[in-house]
């Protein structure tokens, strides 16, 4: 298992970018997938988008074209740019890793953080 720490979070105006961070910890080596998911207010967690062991990514349409997931193995850290934002894009953002390891799977959260896009 591991254990997942988001940052980035903030409040910015429409059009503007930030660049949310998920810092692993623990078990790295299990990860085969790492995801970014949001909840807004009053609304249901929603994927955002996926990036897995090998690289390949997956985006919501809500987010595609305007949102990258990358990671930088070397800091165990998955990243999530968003440029362009909307106020829709208003929401706590999470990271989730799929874990495998000992012939299980496992799937951890981080706590969240907030993002706020004003108009």
């Known amino acids: 298992q591991v254990q997942l720490v988001e940052s980035g979070g903030g409040l910015v105006q429409a059009g503007g970018s930030l660049r949310l961070s998920c810092a692993a910890s623990?078990?790295?080596?299990?990860?085969?997938?790492t995801n970014w998911y949001r909840q807004g207010p009053g609304k249901q967690r929603e994927l955002v988008a996926t990036i897995s062991s090998g690289g390949n990514t997956v985006y919501a349409d809500s987010v595609k074209g305007r949102v990258t997931i990358s990671r930088d193995n070397a800091k165990n850290t998955v990243y999530l740019q968003m440029n362009t934002l909307k106020p829709e894009d208003t929401a706590v953002y999470y990271c989730?890793?799929?874990?495998?390891?000992?012939?299980?799977?496992?799937?951890?959260w981080g706590r969240g953080t907030q993002v706020t896009v004003s108009s």
């Open positions: 989730n890793a799929g874990t495998y390891s000992g012939g299980r799977y496992y799937d951890d």
């Open positions: 623990g078990s790295t080596w299990s990860i085969y997938v």
